[in-house]
């Protein structure tokens, strides 16, 4: 019987490390850039952005590789914006994990705003303006979910080359998830009113 509870005692000892505590951790409080913040994540974190511009090194060409995490802008896409400065050269988020969540952010004035690869992330209420190329990129087998963006003057809002796409939110022409470009189909809406599927 002692040696059986030793054996239990010990087991557990070796296991309570491995119980990952999700850990929040605040941009710029704790962290300087958000890239910093990243870094320091492993899976299951939360980055939290506080209200503010954030632009430059660490701020933009943002990569979340290996965890899966959630980035949450504090008081929504309204409140935090990461500014690209330059549509040609820099992207807001130039590569991403399978499942990892941004929600509430504002990307502006990218070359792309997040590039998927062939990544599945779920994007939930963020705005995307004045992208070069696409606010949203993404390729061969990608499943990601868009809910509750707003896309203005990008050349494409949603760009897609194989893969598979999950779209909800209203749908306006100059709004909320208005215009995604597939291989081969259209969906938009051009009266404001009404969802339409046009093939090109």
């Known amino acids: 019987m002692r040696i059986l509870v030793s054996i239990s005692i010990l087991v557990l000892a070796f296991l309570i490390p491995l119980v990952a505590h999700a850990t929040t951790r ?15 994540s492993v899976t299951n974190d939360t980055v939290l952005v506080l ?9 933009w060409d943002l ?16 409140s935090v914006v990461i500014d690209c400065q330059d549509a040609i050269v820099h992207d807001g988020v130039a590569s991403i994990t399978s499942g990892t969540v941004l929600k509430g952010l504002s990307i502006t004035n990218a070359a792309v705003g997040i590039d998927c690869g ?3 992330p ?21 499943f990601p979910v868009f ?30 998830e208005p215009y995604v470009v597939l291989t081969d189909l259209v969906v938009s809406d051009f009266n404001n009113q ?7």
Do not use: M
Request: proline content about 5%; some cysteine; charged content about 10%.
């Open 147 to 176: 809910s509750g963006n707003v896309y203005f003057n990008n050349l494409y809002n949603i760009a897609q080359s194989g893969g598979t796409i999950t779209v909800s939110g209203t749908w306006n022409k100059d709004g909320e």
């Open 118 to 120: 062939s990544a599945s």
């Open 122 to 142: 779920h994007v939930d209420s963020c705005h995307f303006t004045n992208s070069s190329i696409a606010a949203v990129r993404f390729g061969p087998n990608g």
């Open 51 to 59: 209200p503010g511009p954030y632009s430059g090194a660490g701020n």
């Open 194 to 200: 009404n969802r339409l599927l046009t093939i090109p």
């Open 26 to 40: 605040v941009v710029p409080t704790n962290y300087a850039t958000i890239q910093a913040g990243i870094n320091a």
């Open 63 to 78: 990569t979340i590789s290996g965890k899966v995490i959630t980035i949450l802008g504090q008081g929504g896409s309204e």
